[in-house]
């Protein structure tokens, strides 16, 4: 090494390549050791990953003949009930995002307000969120890279900065929901004894000793999430059993289109509430908590048929644990004076006045459901920040201090609004409305990135995207993108006011507008010319 430097030293002989290359194995000298597996180049070992090798399950894939050397065409192996369960877990870690307190609230209101009517739309609202998460899935797989680190090499430095920007924002706006949510079931299940801003700091608190499963194996943690879920499907299962919801209206509301203009609000409400943008971040680096060889082929289909599979098995539960809160609040009080005013603060009161006791009482069914779900929510929260932020900036920092600073971006923000907005139960609506406002925004910029990336053959090789499911996925995307569009401007017609704060959200919605517009148009024809248009206009 001494002499390496006395040769680095040395300006007249030294040549930047050859100093550049010292730096470099330097650098790889402090760094962990390389994969034993053979599938990272030393390249990528100075780069940020998902997992290490050394973290991923094995998944045994048997070979299959590869027609390019002699062995005949390549066919898909028999179904296997072990393999299927050796994938299972990415999956059910993304569905949390279907079930986290703002999708709670949201059904609840829906289920209130519009009663049966909206759950043909939550069925295919999940079935847009399912296709949209199997197309992270296949980048992850396909790639071995999730959406942060590709975005990160795709997109000129300010986008890629700007993107981050917006993948943050979103992820600390949803955390706030998920935190207050599970101190809301906190303060629910202690009788009112601890206030608001004491829940956020137990959640905040208990997430850390979660996410520390992972030290122990990644199966360890997709099981404590499976514990999760299953709390929420028995605790609000048993709530759909005890209110006893007519079945034929439910069946009714599932096959029967119906909307109205009185419940168009809440029917914007389910469809916006399905696609979180952080969850696209996720569930793109959660798939590579397998040790899959992205070389061969056949390997990256049979992994995409078993996580295809999976994932559509969550959501098909998530789906079921959404249904029971709509049908469940629909049958106490569609139509009633409370309609409107039901939250997640006073929607276990409200049941309880309702329904009563029984057996247990329906309130503190309410709370462990609402814990399990903010629990899991926050954790994958703070799991989702820690792929967005080593992804984008490209940090490879230990993944506690990554979870540390993760959670400060949103812990603080989270007890100051609890603090301020544990006055009412009007203002945490407020809050929500905000909040839900900070999401819709963030969507165009999870959702393009992640279609541009899929259909690029340089980026995905032959497991691009075919043009029907190009066209199939910006039309799921525009519907999404103009629903959320009409929920802003909804929300803004009614609270912006004067002249100036006009001008702003104009200026606001012009730069917002053309870097969609840029992400959409880039690398197309139709950019070039308009770039050439703009350098020659300024020559």
Known sequence: MAAAHAGAGDGASASPAAARATIEEEARALLPAPSPDGYEDDDEDLEERAYEAAEKVIVCISDVPDPESGGGEWAAPPFSWRKLWLFTG?????????????????????????????????????AMGLLVQLLAARLGVATGRHLAELCRDEYPDWARRALWLMAEVAMVGADIQEVIGSAIAIKILSRGYLPLWAGVVITALDCFIFLSLENYGVRKLEAVFAILIATMAVSFAWMFADTKPNGKDLL?????????????????????????????????????????????????????????????????????????????????????????????????????????????????????????????????????????????????????????????????????VALFFDTSDSALDILNEWLNVLQSIQIPFALIPLITLVSKEQVMGVFKIGPNTQAVTWTVATLLITINGYLLMDFFSSEIRGPLSGSLLCVAVFIYASFVLYLILRGTELSEKIVKAIRNGFS
């Not at 059904?107 to 609202?125: C, F, I, K, R, S």
């Not at 696609?275 to 798939?287: G, Q």
């Not at 899991?376 to 080593?390: E, L, P, R, V």
């Open 90 to 126: 990415p999956g059910f870690l993304m569905s949390i995002a279907f079930l986290d307190p703002g999708n709670l609230e949201g059904d609840l209101q829906a289920g209130a307000v519009a009663g049966d009517t909206l759950l043909w739309l939550l069925m295919w609202a999940t």
């Open 252 to 416: 009714i509301g599932i096959l029967v289109p119906k909307l109205s203009s009185r419940t168009i609000r809440q029917a914007v409400g389910v469809v916006g509430c399905v696609i979180m943008p952080h969850n696209v971040f996720l569930h793109s680096a959660l798939v590579q908590s397998r040790k899959i060889d992205q070389n061969k082929e056949y390997q990256v289909r049979e992994a995409l048929r078993y996580y295809s599979i999976e994932s559509t098995i969550a959501l098909a539960v998530s789906f079921m644990i959404n249904l029971f809160v709509t049908t469940v609040f629909a049958k106490g009080f569609y139509g009633s004076k409370e309609a409107g005013n039901i939250g997640l603060e006073n929607a276990g009161q409200y049941l309880q006045e309702k329904f009563g006791g029984g057996f247990f009482p329906i309130l503190y069914i309410w709370g462990i459901g609402l814990l399990a779900a903010g629990q899991s929510s926050t954790i994958t929260g703070t799991y989702a920040g820690q792929f967005i932020m080593g992804g984008f900036l490209n940090l490879r920092l230990k993944k506690w201090l990554r979870a540390l600073i993760t959670r400060s971006f949103a812990i603080v923000p989270t007890i100051v």
